[in-house]
């Protein structure tokens, strides 16, 4: 029996499955439609399409925190802290989304807590943890018995300049264990040991506010399994399923993070190390930008409207997806998504009951999809989408070929805004960058993002449905460790102090993980005296030295100018200062090797009709077919497993020596 690793993604509409085989690197790979309702049914499905195997280890890239937080399903949480701060949640930051020309219609979202139910406690540090008034305890018992009278079962706790000093904060969670035992807490200095009480608070809150759900639904997969296995984090690493139910907002955008690391590994290996990736699902799209085969890493993220002060891959995503419905405005204009029709009820050619007309119908009614998914396993009713087209062309007063073209432009410039939102916005050139497209329905639109954006080329991996899944077979076992040490006057001892201090969580964190030598990678975050927010930049190995400093304030005058177009490298008048220290502790894994495609496969051309600027009689290609060196020139339609890859006319796609469809403008 073949020994295995398997990777499983579950999206909004289906799970993907990839198994490796360890020791011929054979990858097989499959699909099932996802179980909004109990994930672990769609994860479980999916494992036992692939039949017997010898199962080494699983990977899983879930979407349980994310959902919660996107569906704003918080109930049963509160928030305790430093007595006089109990307004904290209120006062947030002075930022109004789409700038200060929305300031005068913007009204503030209701709180992750409302004000009624944070409690206050007495003690007081200062900025370097010293105590200035000691802890109450007294008050700490009361709050915590308030707690529990109100029925509240998950607790977030921050205390002012508990980064600093996390003894309070210790003290009030052994109170919380005490007086309030069913209770679920977070300690700030558990989850984000770093400055700025608001980011702080919050990332803390919306810990607690996921730990029971991922932790139920990760018990109950570990119970169905049978054997341990892996949950992939936002970081771009992964962590075993008995560690991350301690820190579930790890979790929180774990699929897409897979799938830019996928798609990355697959462009590098193609000879594109420098990309964007976009992973268009049934629910929504993920966009990345990949610089020298690494994708970009931030602190600034956000999921929903709550901020989380964690390292993540830095990932925008819009409700751009297969399912995403198609709706006329109260000004009777077209409007595609971010609402979803999912995986249930699903599109109208779905068949279980839909009532709107999404993406995915609009293009079966083009006959730019087959008239089934998944080879067959999910047969579509055509009929049900053109009548849904038909209906909806009427109340526009347009020719049903316009309307279902007119979705597909709506959703291909919803997914444009995304890229420039990572590129053009952040002084990137979108037309440096091929685009490296996977998922379900993310190849159904690369020659439209081609002409809006100027791309260079769109690359299709094989499998692209499955590359998420894949992604997660790619990933070391990565936590992350941070430290607030604000100074323009940096001691080097107490620099590395703090850096052995952290080394040593991620050491023995990774002894639990199995790793005996890990690799620690530093960083810090600097900036010029005076401004709010920081840049980080990489911190060498080694000794701590002057040499060791400038190094580091070299590479953060370089990054400051690369960013922000100036630097103040040699002007004495803008001290640098350093806000936080931080360590990377990785636990290497090899990694799948991608393997060239040595002949086509079978599959033979046939013809049905297509719309792209008239209907007419159109080839279709199977992609298992094609060899390298393969083209096909447009109109044309290539099919596979998991995905479409419609070619408008004017455009050539060309299979390279791994497999990938290349598309350009002729």
């Known amino acids: 029996m073949r020994s295995v690793r398997i990777g499983v993604d579950t999206g909004g509409t289906f799970t993907d499955v990839v198994a ?7 990858i097989v790979t499959t699909k099932t439609p996802s179980t909004p309702a109990n994930p672990a049914d769609g994860f479980v499905a999916g494992i036992g399409k692939l039949g017997e195997l010898d199962v080494a280890s699983i990977v899983h890239g ?6 919660q937080l996107l569906e704003d399903r918080i109930g049963n949480l509160g928030f305790i802290t430093t007595e006089g701060f109990e307004f904290i949640l209120e006062i947030a930051r002075q930022s109004v989304p789409d700038g ?24 007081r540090l200062d900025h370097l943890g010293n105590e200035v008034r000691p802890f109450s305890e007294e008050q700490a ?25 996390p003894e309070h904060e210790r003290r009030m969670r052994e109170i919380l264990w005490r007086e309030h035992p069913e209770a679920v807490i977070s300690l700030s200095s558990d989850v984000l040991r770093e400055y700025r009480e608001y980011e702080r608070s919050i990332t803390t809150l919306v810990d607690a ?28 690493g992964v962590l075993s399923a008995r560690e991350v139910v301690n820190q579930p907002i790890t979790t929180v955008l774990s699929g897409p993070a897979a799938g830019a690391l996928g798609a990355a590994l697959i462009a590098s290996t193609a000879g594109h190390p420098s990309v964007i990736t976009l992973d268009g699902g049934g629910t929504s799209t993920d966009v990345a930008v990949v610089i020298d085969g690494e994708p970009s890493l931030t602190t600034e993220g956000t999921v929903g409207r709550y901020p989380c002060k964690i390292p993540m891959i830095d990932i925008v995503t819009v409700g751009a997806g297969g399912g995403s419905v198609a709706w006329i405005s109260p000004e009777g204009t077209l409007k595609v998504g971010p609402r979803s029709a999912g995986a249930d009820p699903g599109p109208l050619c779905y068949g279980k009951g839909g009532s709107e007309v999404t993406v995915t119908d609009a293009h079966v009614f083009l006959g ?12 579509l009713d055509a009929d049900a ?27 291909a410039f919803n997914q444009s805004n995304a890229i420039r939102q990572l590129t053009v916005k952040r002084g990137l050139d979108v037309r440096d960058f091929p685009l490296v497209t996977f998922g379900g329905s993310g190849p159904l639109l690369a020659c439209r993002l081609i002409d809006i954006l100027g791309l260079p080329a769109v690359v299709v991996p094989r499998d692209p449905g499955n590359v998420s899944a894949f992604g997660l077979l790619t990933v070391d076992v990565k936590n992350d460790y941070v430290r607030t040490y604000v100074t323009r006057d940096l001691a080097l001892k107490t620099a590395a102090q703090i850096f052995q201090e952290l080394e040593g969580q991620a050491a023995e964190a990774l002894d639990r993980e199995g790793f005996d030598d890990p690799v620690h990678v530093r960083s810090a975050d600097l900036r010029y005296y005076g401004q709010a927010f920081e840049v980080r930049v990489a911190a060498p190995a080694g000794p701590l030295d002057d040499d060791w400093k400038r190094t580091v304030i070299d590479a953060f005058h370089d990054a400051h100018e690369k960013l922000y177009g100036y630097a103040y490298r040699d002007d004495p008048r803008h001290g640098v200062e350093w806000v936080n220290l931080r360590v990377s502790g990785i636990g290497p894994i090899t990694r799948p090797a991608i393997r060239r495609l040595d002949k086509p496969g079978e599959g033979a051309t046939s013809v049905r009709p297509v719309h792209f600027e008239e209907t007419r009689d159109t080839p279709i290609h199977q992609r298992a077919a094609l060899g390298p060196g393969a083209t096909v020139q447009g109109p044309a339609v290539i099919e596979e497993y998991g995905s479409t890859i419609p070619v408008h006319p004017g455009f050539t796609a060309k299979v390279d020596e791994y497999g990938n469809v290349e598309i350009r403008r002729d």
């Open 385 to 411: 989408a053109r009548q849904g087209v038909e209906a909806l062309a009427d109340k526009l007063g347009l020719s049903p070929e316009r309307t279902a073209t007119g979705i597909l432009e709506i959703s």
């Open 368 to 379: 730019r999809i087959p008239p089934h998914l998944l080879g067959g396993e999910i047969p």
């Open 209 to 236: 506010a996921v730990k029971p759900a991922v932790r139920g639904y990760i018990a109950g997969l570990s119970n169905r399994l049978g054997m341990p296995f892996s949950v992939m984090k936002s970081n771009g």
């Open 62 to 67: 879930t979407t349980v925190a994310t959902n």
């Open 141 to 165: 018992v009361e709050a915590a018995r308030w707690l529990r009278s109100k029925g509240i079962t998950a607790v977030g706790v921050c205390f002012l300049h508990s980064y600093a000093n």
């Open 100 to 123: 200060y020309g929305n300031s005068y219609f913007w009204v503030k979202p209701p709180r992750i807590v409302p004000v009624h139910l944070v409690r206050t406690v007495g003690g």
């Open 20 to 26: 490796v085989d360890e020791q011929t690197g054979e």
